[in-house]
Each structure stands twice: as C-alpha cells, then as structure tokens.
C-alpha cells in the first residue's frame, strides 16, 4: 500500500508516524522524495491509497495536497495534536456530503498517535475502494483450463471474470493463514 | 489551526467544463450556473477565498469586447485581491493570455489562465477525446489545472501564465501542443515558468521587469490577417482595406518582392511583417521575428489601439515589452 505523507511541522510526532508506517509495510511517499509520476501524469496521486496529514497547522502545501487528493477520490486523513482547532475550511469540507466519508480529522496525544493510524489503516482495507475491478490482470492459461471456464461460464450463466472473480474471493476468506495477516498487518512490536 | 487564506477573483470565459459526481457534464453559459459548478470542486476551498465573476458563456466567442471585460474586471479588484484566475476556452486562451499580458504590462499580481481541456458543449466531435480523457484522467482535467492555478496565484510571476496539465507556460512562449492530451500547451522553446509534480516547481531564475506597472486597456480588432506563399502573387482588393485599421502579414520569405512591397505602401496601413526567424526591412511596413505568431498578432491589436501614430506605432511593435521578443 502507498500513502502519501506530508507534516506541516517536522517534530518527533511526524518521526513516529513515519517510523510506524515503515514498520507495517506501508510505502511511503513523501516532499522528501520529490514524489512520484514526475513522467507528467496529470493524477499524481495515482496509485496511492490515501493521503496522510500531520501537524498543527494547515500550512499551504498541506492544504494544496488535501484539496488535489480529494478532488482525485483519495482518502484523507489529518492527525491534529489534542488541542488544536480543526480550520474552518476543513471542518466544512468534512459537513460536504461528498467528503465526509473520504475526508478523516482526529486529534491525537502522544499514547494514541499509532492507535490512530491503525484504526485509519484497518478502514483502508475494508474501504469499498479496494473491491473495485480496477486492476487489469494478465494471465496465461492453457487449452484445458479455458475449455473449462468456457464450459463452467454457460453452466452457471455468468461472464468468467466474475465466477473467477467470486472464486479468488472464496479462497481469501478461507484462508485462515491471510486473515491472521490482515488482523496483525498493522501491528507492532514494542 | 486558523490562517489568512488568499482572496483570488475567478474569472470565467468558457473553458468550464467538468464532470458533476454523477459524471455529467456541467459547463457555466451564464451566471446563473455559477454556484452550482463551484459546488462541484468544493476542495478549492481550502486553498483561497474565492470570489468568481461570469464573463461569458462556455458557447459564447470570445471576442476583444470580453477580452475588455475581463481586463475591467482585474482592473477594478487590484486593490482587493491577491491573484486572478482566467478560465477560457482551450481554442483562444494563448490570446487572451497575450492580450492581458499586453494590457497589464508590468503587473504586481499574478494572473493564471487555465481550462478544462475540451470546450463548448458541442460534443458531436469530441466523443472519442471526451471518453480518451475520462479513461485516462477521470475527467477532463479542470480541477486539478484549477488547484494548480490557485496554488501558484501568490508567487510572483514576470506575467500572465497558462496553468494546464503539469505545466505552468508563460504567455508569450505558449503554443497550442497537438500531441498530447495531458498537456495540451507547450513552450515553443521548451522553457517553462514552472512543472508540477506533487506541488508546483517554480524556475528559480525568472526575470521580472523592473518597469512602473501601467495598463493598456483598448484592443483594437480590426486587422487583417494575411499569410504570404512566397512565389504567390497577392491580389487583394482595396476595398477591403477600408474596413481594417491595419495589417499584419506573416510569410516563410526572408524577403518580400518589389511586386508585394509596392502594394503595401499603397494600402496607407500601419503593416507589421512577421517572420519568426527574420525577414529583411522594407519601406511601409515594421517587420517582426522571434516571437510566436499569436504574440505578433495580438501585439499588433494592441499597440494599433494605444499607439495612433505611425512612428510611434512602428517603435513599439519594435519593443520587447513582455518578453514576446526571446531570440
């Protein structure tokens, strides 16, 4: 998974974030990279799932990559220290019916600031993003298995990329071993 | 978490054309349908306070009185803003950016003109281009031009830019680019003002003038525009010349023969010659090079309506003003 991440402020609060994302396996991308799709894409978020903001203030860059991340349907989380006022801009923004469901604020103290991120990783997951049929898969097959999805297709009476579709999920709810990953995925050690 | 959000005027001339979140095409045709369409990018507000002002329809022409407007417009919110965004449609934004850049020469503030990159509703013809952009980009491109114009409104620039795509392009260097759907202006010498990527990249070396700020507001429209083949005689009747105020003739001949160069002194008409890479003088006419050919026309538009006389007309057209003159 790829997130962009972006602190307004650089303390040790943007470190733990950082070190905490690296720590589950997130791909993070960052100003400190120069970003991604510098080939002139005009959807720079492209394929990242979120952007995550953390800081104190709703500098100008922050507010740039918030507003070009939802305008691109990407989800966005900012982590605001306890204490802090949401700006009034944000705040309507999370009241529009077309955000409010992309569009995450939650104040954070030092305890929970990684419990934060879990629970913002965890809806990821579940986001109804990820079942959308938007990646294109090749795959090879032989004669005896295309004879087969041919045969199964008119069998049952349905396209088969969906029965293949709906058979792949099967397998990942039944398989034990990746639903144990999926609960721990975001874990760490102490 | 409060801040001093810039107040951007958001001009708009066509060029307006968006999806809705049902993915319907939305465009503004008058005033009326303004709130509704800014409705649909509620995102830009995080970036400015913006105050949108309709111009003209996504169907109308953009004509030198819109131009006018639009300048009457920047002209009377200097005071009270911190940019200025022009929405136009794709067909004419090189222009209106070059006529702006003419009649606010020297300007403090920064005028950014961008477009969605189809206009006019008329989609008889765009289907394929329509359904391109969609699969590729999710739409046709205006809300992110828009974050990115509204982003770089407080940066200081030398003059009016076009915003589109991942390119920031001054209004002199840009041209229309045929090959690309993403960006669909180029730099004619592959100078750019600025790139985006996850943020906009400004040049860091960019010239400003050091010139007073003045403000030319008239355009003068009635110029003819002729394209000289050379080997080709001319044989335009001098009727015509009596509804135009002046020429402008662009030819690939370095020189122009005796034929033609007689027939120019007779018109009695301020003539600009243009040929991008040099064309020797004659008599009569002011000739022009290492500017596009749209910097040239409008050029001549312009100082036709602020310079009556002839030397002072010929002196002017000769002046790198904005920065149209780069070789």
């Known amino acids: 998974m790829k997130i962009y991440f972006y602190s307004s402020d650089k303390t040790i609060d943007s470190k ?105 990783l965890k809806t990821l997951d579940k986001g109804d993003i990820r079942d959308l049929f938007n990646i294109k898969y ?35 709810e039944r398989d034990d071993d990746y639903q144990q990953y999926l609960q721990d995925r975001y874990k760490t050690r102490e | ?43 830009l507000s995080i970036l400015a306070d913006i105050e949108p002002i309709f111009i003209s329809g996504e169907d109308q022409e953009i004509t030198p009185q819109i131009w006018e407007k639009i300048a009457n417009k920047i002209s009377n919110n200097l005071g009270n803003a911190d940019g200025f965004i022009v929405v136009s449609k794709t067909g004419q934004l090189i222009n209106t950016a070059l006529v702006l850049g003419f009649i606010f020469q020297n300007i403090k503030k920064s005028i950014i003109l961008t477009c969605s990159q189809i206009s006019g509703t008329d989609f008889l013809n765009k289907k394929e281009k329509i359904n391109k952009l969609k699969d590729k980009h ?15 409104t407080d940066s200081k620039l030398p003059g009016p830019a076009i915003m589109s795509g991942t390119r920031l392009i001054s209004a002199v260097q840009a041209v229309k680019n045929y090959h690309d759907d993403t960006n669909i202006f180029a730099s004619f010498n592959d100078a750019y003002w600025g790139k985006v990527g ?57 020189s122009i023969d005796q034929n033609k160069q007689k027939q120019i002194a007779s018109w009695k008409l301020p003539v600009v010659l243009y040929n991008y890479q040099g064309i020797l003088s004659i008599e009569g006419a002011v000739v022009i090079s290492g500017c596009t050919w749209s910097a040239a026309v409008v050029k001549t538009m312009w100082a036709l309506a602020n310079f009556k006389e002839l030397a002072d007309f010929n002196k002017v057209m000769k002046q790198n003003l904005i920065g149209e003159f780069t070789v």
């Open chain 1, 16 to 120: 733990h974030v950082e070190r905490y994302l690296k720590q589950v396996g997130i791909e993070i991308v960052d100003d400190s990279k120069g970003g991604i799709n510098q080939d002139a894409s005009v959807k720079p978020f492209g394929k990242m799932e979120a952007l995550i903001f953390q800081g104190k203030n709703l500098d100008a860059r922050a507010g740039y990559l918030i507003a070009l991340a939802l305008s691109q349907n990407k989800e966005v989380f900012c982590l605001l220290p306890n204490g802090n006022k949401i700006d009034g801009t944000l705040q309507s923004l999370k009241d529009d019916k077309n955000f409010n469901k992309r569009l995450k604020i939650e104040f954070y103290q030092n305890t929970d600031l990684k419990q934060k991120i879990f629970d913002f």
């Open chain 2, 1 to 43: 978490m409060a801040r001093k959000k810039k107040k951007i005027i958001l001009l708009l001339a066509g060029g307006t054309l968006l999806l809705d979140k049902e993915a319907k095409f939305l465009a503004v045709q008058d005033s009326l349908d303004v709130d509704h369409w800014l409705r649909q990018m509620p995102e």
């Open chain 2, 138 to 152: 999710g739409g046709l491109g205006l809300r992110s031009n828009l974050i990115n114009a509204l982003q770089i």
């Open chain 1, 138 to 172: 090749t795959l090879r097959i032989s004669r005896r298995i295309s004879d087969y999805l041919n045969w199964k297709s008119k069998k049952v009476d349905m396209p088969k990329a969906d029965w293949l579709r709906n058979k792949i999920k099967d397998v990942i």
């Open chain 2, 198 to 254: 996850f943020g906009i990249n400004i040049k860091k070396d960019l010239k400003h003038s050091t010139k007073q700020f003045e403000i030319f507001k008239k355009i003068n429209s009635k110029i003819l525009i002729l394209e000289d083949f050379p080997g080709v005689e001319w044989s335009v009747d001098r009727e015509i010349f009596k509804k135009y105020q002046g020429v402008i003739i662009k030819t690939s001949a370095q």
